[in-house]
């Protein structure tokens, strides 16, 4: 199946900075999302971006598909940016589990 | 966006006991999914479902098991909960024709088996 690695594990950051999350996947892919997961465990949706750019308010991400990977850009990062941020892909195979592959996340730590 | 809802969102019980976590959502999406995370690592698919009577098997082997009698319902459930199930239990859905294969989550279940 699909392997998805994400970089940095760990990043520290003070309130204001910006920041760059990397995601890189191993096949061409039919779904690729961001997601933020909040110190009580929800997943909120972020992106869903297989490829291009979107963007929503301080966040964007660009997904180059032909290159696999993906990047989350958080800007003037805010206290309430901390948590886990995940990037998940599928490549739809037709005889698979269809289900999103996770990466083992980035987790954000935005001091005040 | 989907509105999924899971119950209950946290479950202490003992060794032995049958559980069932609750999982509905009410977009009429066709695909539901069970996801496992333990602490502080990364989802895992564990089930998934196409439809109405369509149960499918997930990359990770889990001991649990998923009924789909209703669109909006998938359930999940343990007949004999041990140590080993304490982790988050994810359920989501995704709706094909809409936007292909994003798939939106519910707030999850925290599990731990005494």
């Known amino acids: 199946g699909i392997q998805v690695e994400q970089s940095p594990p760990d990043l520290i950051l003070q309130e204001g900075a910006n920041s760059t999350l990397r995601c890189n996947f191993s096949?061409?892919?039919?779904?690729l999302q961001w997601f933020h997961q909040n110190p009580w465990g929800q997943l909120i949706n972020l992106f869903y971006i297989p490829s291009g750019t979107k963007q929503n308010g301080r966040l964007s991400a660009t997904t180059v598909a032909t290159e696999r990977y993906s990047l989350l850009y958080i800007s003037s990062s805010q206290t309430t940016d901390s948590g886990v941020y995940f990037c998940?892909?599928?490549?739809?195979?037709?005889?698979?589990?269809?289900?999103?592959?996770f990466g083992k996340g980035t987790h954000l730590i935005i001091q005040p | 966006e989907a509105d999924i809802y899971q119950t209950p969102r946290y479950l202490v019980i003992g060794t032995g006991k049958k559980i069932t976590l609750e999982c509905s959502q009410t977009?009429?999406?066709?695909?539901m999914y069970w996801y496992q995370q333990d602490p502080g690592m990364e989802l895992h698919l564990i089930h998934y479902?196409?439809?109405?009577?369509?149960?499918e098997k997930g990359d990770l082997s889990s001991e649990s098991t998923v009924s789909r009698i209703r669109t909006e319902h998938f359930p999940l459930t343990l007949e004999s909960a041990r140590p080993s199930h304490t982790s988050q239990y994810l359920c989501?859905?995704?709706?094909?024709?809409?936007?292909?294969?994003?798939?939106?989550f519910g707030p999850g279940t925290r599990l731990t088996v005494t």
């Open positions: 096949d061409s892919v039919n779904n």
């Open positions: 998940a892909a599928l490549a739809y195979s037709g005889g698979g589990a269809d289900g999103l592959t």
């Open positions: 479902s196409y439809g109405v009577n369509s149960t």
């Open positions: 977009m009429g999406h066709d695909k």
């Open positions: 989501a859905s995704s709706e094909p024709l809409a936007a292909p294969y994003e798939q939106y």
